[in-house]
């Protein structure tokens, strides 16, 4: 097997393996390059359904989307599809999966199965790079806040998702609202992670409403800056795993008159505790 880093910022390819002939080893060393690295990508693989779900086992404990419909005969499969002629698609602004759970999702596990002639890229980041570079005076006001994090606006009854995508959307009513310390440390390598998200994270936990909003806006466009950033221009048999910890992703929306479908097993998380500050600042 080996590895190598995909850019500065994020994220490593690692060749020499197929994921679906993984054995306990090499299990073991792409489990353990998937908490260093945050973003791991495999080309030429050759992964059907039952594959997917059997990698994904090695790994992990799969928590199944309860908003996306799922594959055919594969309930642990989310299909993350965009037909021709829809307008919507999954994940189309940085977020990272489930923030909004008690006990958020360790990652995902995506297959490319369509991919668009143009367009259709994820972009990636490091939230571990972005604590590094956030500057000491906000590392030391936010490293004892916490955050509010919700699926209400995104999935709820009113949302975008539960009105437009029809039948590839459901349970609208199974929202939730949970807080999580603004700087997390990785459960597994101990890193500490901004653990906000322009998906989700609603207010931070204390502050006036324009304080949170001001504070949050700061902490979410220096998250967002290029030089923290990949983008993965996906090739058909191409696999990607990412931390939802240390990591956001974001399916750009820009293959308009093409389908695309990729396959998503997300995998189970830990509650998160909070970094120690004396330690980082
Ligand atoms: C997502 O899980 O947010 C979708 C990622 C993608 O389709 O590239």
């Not at 190598?4 to 994020?10: G, T």
């Not at 956030?134 to 994090?149: F, G, I, Q, Y």
């Not at 221009?233 to 191409?238: C, I, K, L």
């Amino acid at each position: 097997m080996e590895i190598s880093p995909l850019c500065d910022a994020v994220g490593v390819t690692i060749s020499g393996v197929q994921l679906r002939e993984l054995t306990s080893e090499a299990a073991a060393e792409v489990d353990a390059a998937w908490n260093e690295h945050g973003l791991l990508v495999f080309r030429d693989q050759e992964l059907d359904e039952t594959g997917h779900v059997r990698l994904a086992e090695q790994l992990g404990e799969i928590d199944v989307n309860r908003f996306f419909a799922a594959v055919d005969g594969f309930e642990q499969i989310a299909d993350v599809r965009k037909e021709v002629g829809d307008e919507l698609n999954i994940g189309g602004g940085w977020h990272t999966d489930h923030s909004y759970d008690s006990d958020p999702a360790r990652g995902s596990i995506l297959v490319a199965r369509d991919v668009p002639p143009v367009g259709g890229q994820t972009r990636f980041l490091s939230t571990t790079l972005a604590w590094q570079t956030l500057s000491d005076e906000l590392k030391e006001r936010v490293a004892t806040l916490d955050a509010v994090h919700s699926s209400e606006h995104i999935f709820g009854p009113n949302s975008g998702y539960a009105k437009r995508m029809g039948d590839r959307f459901s349970n609208a009513t199974a929202v939730n609202t949970n807080v999580h310390p603004v700087v997390i440390a990785h459960p597994v390598s101990g890193q500490p992670c901004l653990y906000v998200n322009p998906g989700f994270t609603t207010s931070v936990v204390g502050l006036e409403p324009d304080e949170s909003k001001e504070l949050l806006d700061t902490l979410l466009v220096h998250i967002a800056k290029r030089e923290h950033a990949y983008e993965l221009a996906w090739e058909p048999g191409m696999v990607a795993m990412w931390d939802n910890r240390s990591t956001w992703h974001w399916a750009l929306n820009n293959y308009e008159g093409h389908r695309r479908q990729m396959h998503r097993i997300t995998l189970a998380g830990v509650a998160l505790g909070r970094a120690k500050v004396s330690q980082y600042a």
